[in-house]
């Protein structure tokens, strides 16, 4: 199972970001599907999810309003797209794979990419 998450990059406040997530090995229209992501010197942190159907998202406040995740189980991929970001979104961003529908807790979930550096200066 492979989950390639890309699309990250230094971009400046305000501006947008989409981040990618490829899924190989596993069919993601069975599974939840989340975004997570970790700054230095601080635990990995939930971002938003998003059910098996893409019919249901939920997301964290800190980013509610900013980010939206969608998901293409044609394409076996899942994005998150990024919008008016801000310097404390700087961190490493990981999609993960759940069993579950639904899920925001990172021990919920059974699969993770390798992650992908979102740099945001101010």
């Known amino acids: 199972v492979q989950l390639q998450a890309s699309g990250g990059g230094l971009v400046q406040a305000g501006d947008s970001l989409r981040l990618s997530c490829a899924v190989s090995?596993?069919?993601?229209?069975?599974?939840?599907m989340g975004w997570f992501r970790q700054a230095p010197g601080k635990e990995r942190e939930y971002v938003g999810t998003i059910s098996r159907s893409g019919y249901t998202t939920r997301y964290a406040d800190s980013v509610k309003g900013r980010f939206t995740i969608s998901r293409d189980n044609a394409k076996n991929s899942v994005y998150l797209q990024m919008s008016s970001l801000k310097p404390e979104d700087t961190a490493v961003y990981y999609c993960?794979?759940?069993?579950?529908?639904?899920?925001?807790?990172?021990?919920?979930?059974?699969?993770w990419g390798q992650g992908t550096q979102v740099t945001v200066s101010s």
């Open positions: 993960a794979a759940t069993l579950a529908n639904i899920a925001t807790k990172t021990h919920q979930y059974d699969y």
């Open positions: 090995g596993l069919t993601i229209s069975a599974y939840g």
